[in-house]
C-alpha cells in the first residue's frame, strides 16, 4: 500500500466497517482505536471531525506518532487527550511502549466495566473520576492494622551496630532505634511504622537533608486526593526539623506540565510551609513523568545544598506517557547523588516503572511503596521520616569532616581563554568536589570562580590577510583585579565574616602589572593560595611572597589540578586558628 495520509478516511472506515458483527465486533466491549502515523494528515480539520465522531460513539483512540514529521497537536486531536498520546523516534522504538500502551487500555476496559454507561455526548477528554475505580478494590485497611502506641526515641538512631526489625518488636514498648541504624545489613523499615507514634523530631541528630516532594496532578486523580497528598506531605514535614542547617523542603506537582510551587530552602519553618503546601495548585492533564523528572534535574535541585543528602518523593496513581523517558530521567536524577522514593497509588500503578524510577535498596532499605487509596498514605508518614534521616546519615558517612570555627568562602581565579576548555573542566571538577566535605559545626563553605575574560574586537571584517589581525583578551591582571573588586564582595555572595581564601592558577607567565595586583589582593584576603601549571614556570618566574598568607604550589599540566582538591580540602579544613 502507498499514498498520501488520508487519516480522517481510516477513521470512518474503522468506526464504520470494522466495529461490525459481521467482522467479528462484539456486543459489549470496550472499542479501542490505535492510530499509527509518521506524518500530517490531508485534512487536520477532516481528522479532528471523524475522531470527534468516534468518541461521541463510545470508541476511545490512542495516537501514536513516529519520527520527527508528526504534527504532535494533530495527535492529540485524534486522541482527545495528551493521556492517549504517544511519540517515538522511528518504527523500531515502538516496542518500547508495548508495555505502556497495554497498560493504558486495559485502564480503558476497567473504566468502563466500573462506570455506568458514559453518555454518548461525552467526549474523551472530559475528566473521568478515578477515584471511584480506586476506591472499588477491595483492600485491606493499613491503618487499622498498625495502631501500636509505640514512642520512638529517634535521637539514637545513627549510632547502632546491629539491626533490630520492627517486625519483631511487642505492642506498647519503646522502640529504641539505636539498634536499628549503623548495621550493613540493616534489616528495618519492610513494614509500615505505627501511625499513633510519639516521633522526636530531633532524631537525625543534626543530619541535614533536601527532601522534594514531587506529586502526580494528573486528571486521573480527583481533586479530594490530590488535597490528600498535600495533606501527607504535612504530616510528614511535621516530622522534620525544619531550620536552614537541617531538614529544607520543597513541592513541584506534574501532569502535562511541571510547576516547581515550593522551593528548596525557600520556606525556614514547618508552619510557612504548611501555608505554602495549601497553596498549591491542582492542575489536571495527563501523566508526563519523565518531563517533570528532567526538569527536577534542570531546575529543582538547583536550590539544594551542595553538602547534604538530596531526596526525592514521587507520588503517582498511574503509568507515565512515556516510560522510557521516565526510566532515562530517573537513571540521570540518581546519577547525580539523588535518593528517589517511588509512591504508588491505586490499581493502575505500573510496579515495573515504579521501581525503575526508585532507587535500588540499600542498606536494608527499600525505596518503593505501594497503596490501594491516598487514605493509605498517612500510614508511613512516620517510616518516611525515618528512611530520609537514615539515608542523610549515611550520605554524611563517607565524607570527610571538615573542623572550622568560622565560615569560608573561596573564589578560584583562572582565564578561561589561555587554559581552554579540558583545564577548565579539570579546574571546575576540582571547585565541585568541595561539595563532598561534611561540617563538624554549623559552619559551612562557599566556593565561586572568576574565570571570564572578554574578547575585544572577536569579530573582524572580511579584509586581505595581515600581521594585524587580532583579537584582544583581558589580561590576567583584570581578572585580578575582579576578584578583589567583585569576587569577595556581598553582591557576590561573599559573607564579612566569613574567612576569605583565593585560589590563584597561572598558566602564563606573569607580568609586572599581573603581580602589583596580586600583592595588592594579598593584603585584604586571609588566605591565597597561587598554582602555577605547566613547565614554563621557574625559581625566577614565580613570584616571591615572604607573607606566610600566600601559599605557592607547582604543577606539572592540568591534569594535575585534581589531586589539587584533596590538598586544598586538607588544607582549609584544617585552619582552625585562622582568623
Known sequence: MSG???????????????????????????????????????????????????????????????GTSVNVKELRLIAGSSEHVYQVSNYEDLKSIKDAL????????????????????????????????????????????????????????????????????????????????QSTTTQILQEDTPINK????????????????????????????FKKQLSFIKSVVNVFDINPQKTAVGVSTFSDDFRSVIH??????????????????????????????????????????????HILIIITDGLSRDPFETFLQASKLKKTGVSIFAIGVGPFVDQKELKTMASPPKEGLDFVFNFSTYDALHSIKNLLAIKTCVIAGLHMKDRPICILNKPVDIVF?????????????????????FEK????????????????????????????????????????????????????????GARSEAVHIVVLIVDTLLTMEDEIEILELE???NKMYIAYVGNIHNKNSI?????????????????????????????????????
Open 4 to 66: 498520501g495520509t488520508n487519516t480522517a478516511s481510516a477513521i470512518h472506515l474503522a468506526v464504520n466497517e470494522v466495529f461490525k458483527s459481521k467482522t467479528g465486533a462484539r456486543k459489549g466491549v470496550k472499542n479501542i482505536i490505535v492510530v499509527i502515523t509518521d506524518g500530517e494528515s490531508f485534512s487536520e480539520s477532516e481528522t479532528k471531525k471523524s475522531a470527534s465522531q468516534a468518541r461521541h460513539m463510545g470508541i476511545n483512540l490512542f495516537a501514536i506518532g513516529v
Open 198 to 225: 510519639t516521633v522526636e523530631i530531633e532524631y537525625c541528630s543534626g543530619k541535614p537533608a533536601d527532601v522534594l516532594f514531587l506529586l502526580d496532578s494528573s486528571s486521573s486523580i480527583s481533586r479530594n486526593d
Open 543 to 579: 613570584l616571591s611572597v615572604s607573607s606566610a598568607s600566600v601559599t605557592t604550589l607547582s604543577l606539572v599540566d592540568f591534569t594535575a589540578i585534581e589531586s589539587l582538591s584533596g590538598y586544598l580540602q586538607e588544607e582549609i579544613c584544617q585552619m582552625v586558628q585562622i582568623n
Open 437 to 492: 566535605l561534611r561540617f563538624q559545626n554549623e559552619s559551612d563553605m562557599r566556593v565561586g570562580v572568576i574565570s571570564q575574560s572578554c574578547a575585544y574586537g572577536g569579530d573582524l571584517p572580511l579584509q586581505t590577510p595581515n600581521k594585524n589581525l587580532a583579537v584582544t583578551f583581558d589580561k590576567m591582571s583584570f581578572l585580578i583585579k575582579r576578584t578583589k573588586s567583585y569576587g569577595l564582595t556581598e553582591e557576590n
Open 102 to 181: 497495554i497498560n493504558k487500555t486495559c485502564i480503558e476496559i476497567h473504566q468502563s466495566a466500573y462506570t455506568t454507561n458514559l453518555e454518548e455526548n461525552t467526549p474523551l477528554d472530559d475528566t473521568v473520576d478515578m477515584k471511584k475505580i480506586h476506591q472499588s478494590t477491595n483492600t485491606t485497611d493499613l491503618e487499622k492494622d498498625k495502631t501500636l502506641n509505640w514512642t520512638v526515641d529517634f535521637e539514637k538512631i545513627h549510632q547502632t551496630t546491629n539491626t533490630s526489625s520492627i517486625e519483631d518488636t511487642p505492642q506498647n514498648e519503646t522502640v529504641d532505634f539505636e539498634k536499628i541504624h
Open 413 to 433: 581565579t583562572f582565564n578561561a581563554a589561555t587554559i581552554g576548555n579540558r583545564g577548565t573542566r579539570s579546574i571546575l571538577k576540582t571547585v565541585q568536589n
Open 264 to 309: 528548596l530552602n525557600e520556606f525556614t519553618s514547618k508552619e510557612s510551609i504548611f501555608k505554602a503546601v495549601d497553596k498549591v495548585p491542582y492542575l489536571r492533564g495527563g501523566t508526563d513523568t519523565g518531563n517533570a523528572l528532567k526538569n527536577i534535574i534542570d531546575f529543582d535541585f538547583k536550590f539544594a545544598r551542595p553538602n547534604v543528602a
Open 523 to 525: 593584603a585584604i584576603v
